[in-house]
């Protein structure tokens, strides 16, 4: 039998694994005597209070541990992300938003991941077309919970439809097996105007409510859709009326689910209302915020992080001299973001600071969220916007970024942008708070 050896990419200062004398550069071998495969066996394997491991040094010595701990810490070893290569998707999805790209980017932005280690590790949603029986049985042995899944709909026909997989129609038999083993499950839905919508939402919605408490939550997130869809399966944009009605129909549902299971299950991203020119949700409408990476719930716990951030700054005059600050946004964010800055300005009166809504150029007007702006509309919009004789500073979201990089969906990095403009750039998470924070380290 072949011994699979990880390479380790780092080992954390004052862990277990420095404390032992790991290197960066050293393989891990053995953990009580099975070799590791991928990132979940290793983490399944570690949460002992006593581990036997087995490390091979570059000079081929092998060293052995027994390592006593508590159960579930961390041993402080860092991999190379995925220990073997990522699953990709066997899906044709008519709403692939990856469909949708231009040709010519960088080669990874047109991999399309299936794989459930990285909805447990990095929230990312899975359609479970491409598992079998043995891997769902891994899940529940393992443990792998949360998961995300991508269920679309439970209509077996219409999901083999929309993602183009005959293996699609067993949705709801994967769903049962995972939320009946207590693996928690939370759900995405990408509405479709005229192919999923109406009938088929509530459908949906009520099916995966049944599952409920294992299947927690359900996020509805509107397609998006680019320019570049030419020979693709025709889809229409969801319009202000639309995503009126479609407001209409899920908070009815909702109200039910409150009564029935003590919370609204489904949740509505809030693009839906931005699109509806309809006000947001109040803040206790998104219960635990548990989707806030489908941008369900992401403006009304941002405005309330800027409100209590802001309460506490002293008031006191900050140093702005020489500095103009830039909150570069999508167009979606732009009102958001102008709200804010005015919030800001009101506590910090003598702060040189504005807001740009970047129109989306490379991908089409019709998509307006920040996360899919690129470095070169940046570049080309924002060069009229510098002061002359500043220090220009872009505050951008990073979500706009690569996670864990610098770099935008264009290829065009932070620093590229930095010396074309001539500006300093700083990334901000899409939290109210984070913002405030990085202003006020730049005063």
């Known amino acids: 039998m072949k011994i699979n050896e990880v390479h380790i990419k780092d080992v954390l200062p004052g862990s277990i694994a420095e404390e032992l004398e790991i290197e960066k550069g050293d393989k891990l071998v053995a953990i009580n005597g099975a070799s590791v495969l991928d990132i979940i066996e290793y983490k399944y394997l570690i949460t002992d209070e006593y581990l036997e491991m087995e490390i091979r040094k570059p000079d081929g010595e092998i060293w052995e541990f027994e390592i006593e701990k508590e159960y579930d810490e961390d041993l402080g070893i860092v991999f190379d992300g995925i220990i073997d290569n990522p699953k990709s998707c066997h899906n044709k999805c008519i709403f692939c938003f990856i469909d949708q790209m231009p040709k010519g980017m960088r080669e990874t932005l047109y991999f399309k991941d299936d794989d ?94 049944e599952m409920y408490p294992s299947l927690s939550t359900t996020a509805i997130v509107p397609i998006g859709l680019t320019k570049y869809r030419e020979g693709l399966y025709h889809l229409k944009e969801i319009t202000k009326e639309k995503a009126k009605e479609i407001i209409i129909q899920v908070e009815a549902i909702q109200k039910e689910f409150l009564k029935k299971l003590d919370t609204r299950f489904s949740f509505l991203s809030d693009e839906f209302y931005l699109i509806a020119e309809k006000p947001l949700p109040e803040y206790d409408t998104y219960e635990d915020f548990k989707q806030l990476d489908n941008g369900v719930g992401l403006i009304t716990l941002f405005r309330d992080e800027i409100k209590n951030s802001l309460k506490l700054i002293k008031k006191q005059e900050y140093c702005t001299h020489n500095k103009k600050l830039h909150i570069v946004t999508g167009r979606y964010a732009y009102p958001i973001m102008l709200e804010a800055v005015e919030s800001i300005k009101n506590k910090i009166p003598n702060l040189d600071l504005d807001v740009t809504g970047i129109d989306n150029d490379f991908f089409g007007h019709s998509v307006k969220v920040s996360g899919l702006i690129t470095g070169q509309d940046i570049i080309s919009q924002m060069k009229d916007k510098l002061v002359q004789g500043v ?53």
């Open 116 to 209: 459930t280690r990285l909805s447990f590790l990095m929230g990312n949603f899975i359609t479970l077309t491409n598992m079998k029986r043995e891997e769902l049985n891994k899940i529940i042995r393992y443990r792998i919970s949360p998961i995300n899944v991508s269920v679309h709909t439970t209509n077996p026909e219409l999901r083999k439809e929309m993602l183009n997989n005959k293996n699609a129609v067993k949705i709801m038999d994967y769903l049962k097996l995972l939320t009946e083993n207590d693996i928690e499950v939370k759900a995405q839905i990408v509405l479709c105007s005229g192919v999923n919508d109406g009938a088929e939402l509530e459908r949906t919605l009520r099916e995966l409510s």
């Open 391 to 443: 220090e220009n500073i872009l505050l951008i979201p990073d979500s706009m970024l690569r996670k864990g990089e610098v770099v935008m969906l264009d290829d065009i990095t932070m620093t590229d942008i930095e010396k074309q403009l001539n500006v300093r750039m700083i990334a901000c998470r899409e939290e109210g708070s984070d913002l405030i924070e990085k202003i006020l380290s730049i005063l």
